[in-house]
Nanobody, 120 residues
Framework: VQLQASGGGLVQAGGSLRLSCAAS????????VGWYRQTPGRQRELVAG???????NYADSVKGRFTISRDNAKNTVYLQMNSLKPGDSAVYYC???????????????WGQGTLVTVSS
């Protein structure tokens, strides 16, 4: 079971990016998923989360600008980021609380990071 994060890049302030977090490995179900970000010298922080039922929560700093969604048929969670600011620059990670495949169930699965850089 793996989570693959993608979609990062360089964008100007005010621009948009969409991150994807795709699970692979004969997936049966994915529970809650969160997008986190981290900058050098700082702790990883939760940016947005989505439950298996689709309930969402956001950090105050991104409310109204970021939208988390999921496509269970594709085993993928997205983070649409609009009105990006230089302060949003970070490595973004996704984490699934639990991933169940035909081979078993695993908790706290992290994807590799994807770098987002917002220029002023």
């Amino acid at each position: 079971v793996q989570l693959q994060a993608s979609g990062g890049g360089l964008v100007q302030a005010g621009g948009s990016l969409r991150l994807s977090c795709a699970a692979s490995g004969s997936i049966v179900s994915i529970s809650g998923v969160g997008w986190y970000r981290q900058t050098p010298g700082r702790q990883r922080e939760l940016v947005a989360g989505i439950s298996i039922a689709g309930s969402t929560n956001y950090a105050d700093s991104v409310k109204g600008r970021f939208t988390i969604s999921r496509d269970n048929a594709k085993n993928t969670v997205y983070l649409q980021m609009n009105s990006l600011k230089p302060g949003d620059s970070a490595v973004y990670y996704c984490k699934a609380d639990r991933v169940t495949s035909i081979f078993g169930s695993w908790a706290d699965i992290w994807g590799q990071g994807t770098l987002v850089t917002v220029s002023s």
